[in-house]
Structures are given as C-alpha cells and as structure tokens.
C-alpha cells in the first residue's frame, strides 16, 4: 500500500530548491577539501625540495670542511720542517755564507773591590 501525498506545486518546487542545494553544498565541500589537500601536497613537496637543497649544501661544506684540514695539517707539518733548527743553521752556512760566531767567555762583574779615595762620581 503506497500512500502518495500531493502537496502544492510551490511546496514541490521548495523540497527540490532544498534538495538542490545540499547537493550543491556537498559538491562544494568536497571541491573545496580536494582544493586544500592539493594545496597540502604541493606544499609537503615544496618543503622536502626545500630540505634536500640545505641538506647537499650542507654535505658539501662538511667535505670542505674536511679537505681543509688535511691541508692545514699539511702545512703545520711544513712549519715544523722549516722551524728546524738544523736546518736553518744548513742554510744560513750554505746559501747565505753565515759562519757561527766563535765561543767567547763573558766577563765576570768583579765585586769586593774598594772605590778610588778620589772618585769623581762620589757625591
């Protein structure tokens, strides 16, 4: 048994305007959270780019980082070669013809002494 109402011709068209626009509602709805995951995505991907890019600078300053003090400890090694003694005194004899000073004896203040009865620098 089918029980059928009529309801008025303006009462037929509100029930559809009605219908109408929660469907309309609903598409929008769902448009707009498919708008906003997209946004969400390209975002997500924008930051990983973004992280990648600081991350390789980064390993590439470390492997400078590195590379420079190998050199540095190359060159303290050379500053210890060259601090030498021996071989600055090699090439102060040979290039340059510098001879090493004779050994001399330094002269002992005498004390005890007395002053001369006429010192001019008595006062």
Known sequence: MT???????????????????????????IFLGVIISFILLFSVAGSHAFLITVQQEVDSLQSRITEEMGDSQELRIQVAELKNPERIRAAAEGRLNMLQPPIRKQIQPVSGLPTPPDNPFRR
């Open 3 to 29: 029980i059928a109402a009529d309801f008025p011709i303006s009462r037929k068209k509100t029930v559809r305007t009605i219908e109408r626009t929660k469907k309309n509602s609903f598409t929008f709805s």
